[in-house]
């Protein structure tokens, strides 16, 4: 129980790794607030879903004011939600450019803009866990958009290290860079990709959500006590 009796929230909670992080967390002691704009199909008693754009500034400001008003903190929280808008940058449209920055970048920033400071009141701080991508650290064709976006999320995770600690409190701010994970996005991609895919790691096979998940717990639970500011790559030694 590694998370017993703390308050997590979760965003893009509704499928993928999203979901297997909840439950986990669930598993582990937490009570979740699980996020996303789709109704959210849990039966764990300690997951709560909360229908949720991060995108809306003020639905997100609502959000952290109803978790404060009920629980009185928040302990952990994970900025999963992201889309993909893909297309190569002569062709991609102004509207595949935007919703994709207003969901990956603006979306983490809505959330931590409120949840951050109000971690660095409390006195046992707490964990904030960026997900980015293995696209953010080294691109990908006809993914301008989400490559811009996920790379964004280190200079954001090491600004907050700073920013969140300065006053003394145990906040902690990292980052997880997953590489190609079966969630319900890969099972539409032609298998000769896939294939290629699972070849380009030295594991030889994609990853699996629930292993993202893990990842995400070690960094959110007092585990990582002494990590902050850090990337960690999960991507099954794509790259090396």
Same mark, same amino acid.
């Given at each position: 129980?590694?998370? !017993?009796? *703390?308050i997590?929230?979760v965003?893009?909670a ?8 909840a439950?986990? &967390?669930?598993?582990?002691?937490? /009570?979740?607030?699980?996020?996303d #704009? ?14 949720l754009?991060?995108?809306d ?5 609502a ?11 928040i ?8 889309i993909? *808008?893909?297309a190569?940058?002569?062709? #991609? ?13 603006k %979306? @983490?920033?809505? #959330? ?8 660095? *009141?409390q ?12 696209? %953010?650290?080294f ?9 811009? /976006?996920?790379?964004?999320? &280190? %200079?954001?995770?090491? /600004? ?7 006053? %003394?409190?145990p906040?902690?701010v990292?980052? =997880? ?8 996005i890969? *099972? /539409? ?7 290629? &895919? ?9 990853? !699996?959500p ?5 990842? =995400?717990? &070690? @960094? ?7 990590v902050t500011?850090?990337?960690?790559s ?7």
């Open positions: 129980m590694r998370l !017993q009796n *703390k997590a929230i965003t893009g509704a499928a993928g790794i999203g979901r297997c992080t439950e986990l &967390f669930a598993n582990q002691g937490a /009570t979740v607030i699980a996020c #704009m789709n109704e959210l199909p849990y039966e764990h008693d300690n997951i709560h879903g909360y229908v754009n991060v995108a500034a003020t639905a997100c400001a959000c952290f004011a109803n978790v404060i008003e009920k629980y009185g903190r302990d952990i929280l994970v900025n999963n939600a992201g993909t *808008k893909d190569m940058t002569a062709k #991609m449209t102004d509207e595949q450019w935007d919703v994709v920055i207003d969901v990956n970048l %979306g @983490l920033f809505n #959330m931590t803009r409120h949840i951050g400071p109000a971690m660095e *009141k006195e046992n701080g707490g964990s904030i866990v960026n997900i980015s991508s293995v696209v %953010g650290e691109g990908n064709i006809g993914q301008a958009n989400y490559a811009a /976006t996920k790379s964004a999320v &280190f %200079g954001l995770t090491k /600004t907050w290290a700073k920013e969140f600690a300065r006053k %003394g409190a906040v902690r990292n980052s =997880i860079s997953p590489g190609y994970t079966m969630t319900d890969l *099972k /539409t991609v032609p298998q000769e990709l896939l294939d290629k &895919f699972s070849a380009q790691t030295m594991l030889g096979r994609l990853g !699996q629930e292993e993202i998940a893990n990842a =995400i717990l &070690f @960094l959110a639970s007092d585990d990582a006590s002494y500011g850090h990337n960690l999960v991507n099954g030694g794509m790259r090396l």
